[in-house]
């Protein structure tokens, strides 16, 4: 099921709502993970616009909630706009609020990002069947591993050049890992261990998502395969 809300807004478009949260991430002395608040945010950013796009939506304003105190706030927006940059976004707006009565022990940042999606329906579950195929691509990766390992994160570039093929279907991994992900993408299959076949762990988390589910028909294989390049690794084709 994917982390959204959807609403309505005419016949003809809904307004896509996306978020993610950190905490004990950042610059502070008790911090559990010490990172830029630049690097906060640009992960903060990265999960809930892959979220918002997976949905079919055209992003449009970020709202952005800092605990970090004052000083943290040009950071953070500089992660945000180094998202935007890599995904090409113009005009996307930036707002939000700072806790500046009082300072917390250690950091935490709250992101939404808003998009304009055509139609008003939902986002369905998915038929699988023998046509099938199920990729992740980029390495499932939390906490420090994002860092000393980014190179085996998904680019979010190439989310976006694999989201926007036709006949995909994506979804991005969060913290209860790719399997769960996965079984919430169906609604005629329910996998298990034994159903996947890859050296990936299909149940660790993948943090700021740094994995991506992609489903999509034999006949698009090929194509995904060369664009992923070392990033690719399947999961499962149609039985």
């Known amino acids: 099921m994917r982390d959204v809300l959807i609403f309505p807004v005419s016949s003809e478009e809904s307004i896509v709502v996306a978020s993610d949260n950190s905490g004990a991430i950042g610059e502070k002395d008790q911090d559990a993970v010490k990172v830029s608040y630049e690097t906060v945010a640009y992960y903060s950013f990265r999960v809930a616009v892959m979220e918002c796009l997976s949905a079919g939506a055209e992003p449009f304003a970020v709202i952005l909630q800092n605990f970090c105190g004052d000083g943290a706030w040009e950071g953070l927006v500089k992660g945000i706009k180094r998202g935007v940059g890599e995904l090409g976004i113009g005009d996307l ?109 299909i149940h660790k988390s993948a943090g700021p998502s740094t994995c991506f589910i992609a489903v999509f028909p034999q006949e698009n294989a090929e194509e995904i395969r060369l664009l992923a390049g070392s990033y690719f690794y399947l999961l499962a084709e149609g039985f």
């Not at 999606?117 to 390495?139: C, F, H, L, R």
């Not at 860092?147 to 991994?173: H, M, Y």
């Not at 079984?183 to 261990?193: A, E, P, Q, Y």
């Open 93 to 201: 707006e930036i707002s939000g609020s700072t806790e500046s009565n009082f300072a917390l022990q250690q950091s935490a940042v709250g992101l939404s990002v808003l998009g304009k999606k055509k139609g008003n329906g939902g986002t369905e579950k998915i038929v699988y069947n023998d046509q099938t195929v199920i990729a992740v691509i980029g390495s499932p990766l939390v906490g420090e591993e994002v860092i000393r390992r980014e190179s085996e994160a998904a680019p979010l570039k190439l989310f976006q050049e694999v989201n926007s093929l036709g006949d995909v279907v994506t979804l991005p991994v969060g913290s209860k890992g790719i399997l769960a992900e996965l079984n919430g993408l169906f609604f005629s299959k329910v996998f298990s261990d034994m159903d996947l076949n890859t050296d990936l762990d």
